[in-house]
């Protein structure tokens, strides 16, 4: 079974930095896409990045480059760096997997990640 544990969430001013982790457990992860999503209040849960566990591929929805996903394959973890923090940039922030043929090119398709964490609150004051 697989679990996904958020954490690194908090509050802090616009223009901020944090670190999001997010670790897995429960199986190997060889041939998983790795990803994060966000949902803000009253919006529908948006991508934000993903990695391909093998290869350290990385895909990004549009964040003016202020977001960087990344892996540490050693201690099961997945990371999100964020820079530069905007108010529009406060959501929950969840952690999901599913394996790259479930995927195909839909990295970005909520609907087709079948395992999930719980969410990390990230707040950014203006």
């Known amino acids: 079974q697989v679990q996904l544990v958020e954490s690194g969430g908090g509050l802090v001013q616009t223009g901020g930095s944090l670190r999001l982790s997010c670790r897995a457990s429960?199986?190997?992860?060889?041939?998983?896409?790795m990803a994060w999503f966000r949902q803000a209040p009253g919006k529908e849960r948006e991508f934000v990045a993903a990695?391909?566990?093998?290869?350290?591929?990385t895909y990004y929805q549009d964040s003016e480059g202020r977001f960087t996903i990344s892996r540490d394959n050693a201690n099961n973890t997945i990371y999100l760096q964020m820079n530069n923090l905007h108010p529009e940039d406060t959501a929950v922030y969840y952690c999901?997997?599913?394996?790259?043929?479930?995927?195909?090119?839909?990295?970005?398709?909520?609907?087709?990640?079948?395992?999930w964490g719980q969410g990390t609150q990230v707040i950014v004051s203006s």
């Open positions: 990695i391909n566990w093998n290869d350290g591929n």
């Open positions: 999901a997997a599913a394996l790259l043929a479930r995927l195909g090119i839909k990295m970005a398709a909520a609907n087709k990640y079948d395992n």
């Open positions: 429960g199986r190997t992860f060889s041939n998983y896409i």
